[in-house]
C-alpha cells in the first residue's frame, strides 16, 4: 500500500467516525467545511427531487409566465391550473433552487438560473425529455447488471444498436430529430466560437441531422458548399429544411456510415455529437470512413462531451456514462481515447481545442494523415 493509500485511508477512517463529525459541526473552525459538505451530501440525497420540481417548472411553462414581468401567486395558479396552495408550495421550491424570486407586493418573477433556462430552449427540451431517462434509471443496479433489458431510451434512438437503419422510417427517426434540433443551438454556439469553417471550400456534416448545424455554418462562411449525410428518413427532412430556408448550397445524402461509403468531395468533415452515441466499433468504422472521404489535405472536426477535461467530471464520468449505458450503446471518452482512436484511423495533429464552455462540448481536430488518405 502507498504512502498515499495510507493518507487517504486514514482521512477516510476520521471523516466517518461519528465523534468527528458532532465535533466538526460544532467547532467554530470547522464548522463552515461540515456544514458545506453535509449540503453537498444532503444536495446527492435529494437530486431526484430537485430534477422533478425543475421538469414541472417547465412542463407548466412557469418561467414563461413569469418572464413577462412580476405576478401573483393566485393568478400563477389559475393560468396553470394548479390549486393555490400547490402553486405556492411549487413556488417556494422553485426559490430555493434559484429558478424564482420573490418580488414586491407578494409576486415573484424569475430567479437568476431561471432567466438563464429561459433564455436557453435546448435546456428546456433535455429536461422534458429526461423523464425517459428518469424511468430507466429507477434500479440503477440492474442497469449495471445488464438485468433491465431495453428501456425507453433504447427505443427514442432506435439507431443505437445498428441493425437495418438506413431502413427507419420518418416516424421512427422524428422524435429524436426534434430533440436534436432543438438542442443543436448551444452546441453549435460552443463550435463555431472555437473553430471557423470560412477557410474551406465545402463541409460534410455526417449524421447532421435536419440541418440545423449546416444552416448556423453556412451563415457565418457564404462561401462554404455543404453536405449532409444521415439515415434516409432523417435526410429527407433535412432536404425539406434546405428548401424552406432557401439554402440552395446545402445537399442532404441518405444513408448509413455503417454500411454505405460517406460521400465524395468535401475538405472538411464534422461529427457533431456522433461518435459518444457508438461502441468503439462502430466509432472506428465511421473515423476510417471519414479519413476514406478526404483528401490528402482534409480536416476532421469533431465536437463531442469529452470526459477527463477539469470542470465537466460530473457530467462525463456520471451524467453522460449512465445516460449511455441506459441507452444501450456507446460511452463518454477522455481526449487521450480520442486521440489514440483518430491516430489510429488515419489522422494526425489532433488537437483539443480551448473552449468556453467545455461542459457542453469541447472542440476535437485532426488533419488527415496523406499515406494512409
Known amino acids: 500500500m502507498s504512502l498515499r493509500d495510507r493518507l487517504l485511508g486514514f482521512r477516510d477512517s476520521v471523516l466517518s467516525n461519528p465523534g468527528f463529525q458532532r465535533f466538526a459541526a460544532v467547532f467554530p473552525l470547522t464548522r463552515p467545511i461540515a456544514r458545506k459538505r453535509a449540503g453537498a451530501l444532503f444536495d446527492l440525497c435529494a437530486g431526484f427531487v430537485y430534477s422533478q420540481i425543475l421538469l414541472a417548472c417547465v412542463r407548466l411553462r412557469l418561467l414563461d ?8 401567486a393566485a393568478e400563477l395558479a389559475s393560468r396553470l391550473a394548479l390549486p393555490l396552495a400547490s402553486m405556492q408550495l411549487l413556488l417556494d421550491a422553485a426559490i430555493a ?15 437568476k438560473l431561471g432567466a438563464e433556462l429561459y433564455g436557453n430552449p435546448s435546456v428546456s427540451a433535455m429536461i422534458e425529455h429526461h423523464a425517459m431517462l428518469y424511468g430507466d434509471l429507477q434500479d440503477p443496479v440492474a442497469l449495471l447488471r445488464g438485468q433491465s433489458g431495453a428501456g425507453q431510451l433504447a427505443g427514442y434512438w432506435p439507431y443505437a444498436k445498428g441493425g437495418a437503419t438506413a431502413e427507419l422510417s420518418s416516424d421512427a427517426v422524428a422524435p429524436y430529430t426534434a430533440l436534436m434540433a432543438a438542442s443543436q443551438p448551444m452546441i453549435t454556439q460552443q463550435v ?6 470560412r477557410t474551406h471550400r465545402c463541409l460534410l456534416d ?13 451563415a457565418q462562411a457564404p462561401q462554404l458548399h455543404c453536405l449532409l449525410f444521415d439515415l434516409p428518413a432523417v435526410a429527407a427532412k433535412a432536404t425539406a429544411r434546405f428548401s424552406a430556408s432557401g439554402l440552395s448550397r446545402a445537399t442532404a445524402i441518405g444513408g448509413s456510415f455503417l454500411t454505405d461509403p460517406l460521400p465524395q468531395g468535401a475538405d472538411v468533415i464534422s461529427l457533431v455529437r456522433v461518435i459518444h452515441d457508438h461502441d468503439d466499433d462502430a466509432a472506428m468504422t465511421l473515423l476510417r470512413a471519414a479519413r476514406a472521404a478526404l483528401p490528402d489535405d482534409g480536416t476532421l472536426v469533431v465536437a463531442e462531451p469529452i470526459t477527463g477535461v477539469r470542470g465537466t467530471e460530473a457530467i462525463g464520468d456520471a451524467y453522460f456514462a449512465f445516460y449511455l449505458l441506459a441507452m444501450g450503446s456507446g460511452k463518454p471518452r477522455t481526449f487521450v481515447q480520442f486521440h489514440q482512436m483518430l491516430s489510429a484511423a488515419g489522422f494526425e495533429g489532433i488537437k483539443l481545442l480551448p473552449g468556453a464552455m467545455p461542459l457542453v462540448t469541447s472542440v476535437i481536430t485532426g488533419r488527415c494523415t496523406p499515406k494512409m488518405c
Not at 65 to 72: C, D, K, M, R, S
Not at 192 to 197: A, P
Not at 206 to 218: C, N, P, R
Open 65 to 72: 409566465q413569469l418572464a413577462a414581468g412580476p405576478i401573483g
Open 192 to 197: 463555431l466560437h472555437n473553430y471557423s469553417f
Open 206 to 218: 455526417v449524421g447532421g441531422g435536419d440541418g440545423a448545424f449546416i444552416a448556423a455554418v453556412a
Open 97 to 111: 433552487l434559484g429558478l424564482v424570486q420573490r418580488r414586491s407586493q407578494d409576486r415573484y418573477g424569475l430567479g
